[in-house]
């Protein structure tokens, strides 16, 4: 089930600028920015990683990442996933009902992509946020 938070949280984002390296909605995000602001926007600190290139066949520091931020392996139905764009693009999206956010570096924005994807997940993630906590309520 896709948590009201998280997909409030990355819907929020539909419309915002791409950048290579952005970690800023105000001034561009990329998809490792979108995931950063969605834990951001759900209490977390989250801590992402910097100087990877956009093409890349090392999806180390992706893992990495999830990791650092007590993301939970999942076997299906992630709230973050990890695919290969191509053999040396890997991508991250967060699932919304009906599809996932992300950052589209072509369309240089955040958008909405609906089901199913066009390729293939190579892993993904939980986020562990109890429904009725919010950053207001100060469990984080």
Not at 47 to 73: H, K, M, Q, T, W
Request: aromatic share 6%.
């Amino acid at each position: 089930m896709i948590q009201p938070a998280l997909e409030s949280a990355a819907r929020s984002l539909i419309g915002v600028p791409f950048r290579l390296h952005g970690r800023d909605a105000q001034s561009g995000l990329d998809c490792v920015g979108v995931v950063a602001e969605v834990l951001r926007a759900v209490g977390m600190q989250p801590s992402a990683p910097e100087g990877y290139a956009l093409r890349n066949v090392c999806i180390s520091r992706f893992l990495r990442f999830a990791a650092d931020n007590a993301l939970i392996r999942a076997e299906h139905d992630g709230d973050i996933v990890l695919c290969m764009v191509n053999p040396i693009q890997p991508h991250l999206l967060v699932r919304v009902s009906g599809g996932f956010v992300h950052a589209h570096a072509s369309l240089r924005r955040v958008t909405f992509m609906p089901d199913p994807l066009p390729w293939p997940i190579s892993m993904q993630w939980k986020l562990d946020v109890p429904e009725h906590m919010t950053k207001r309520d100060g469990n984080f």
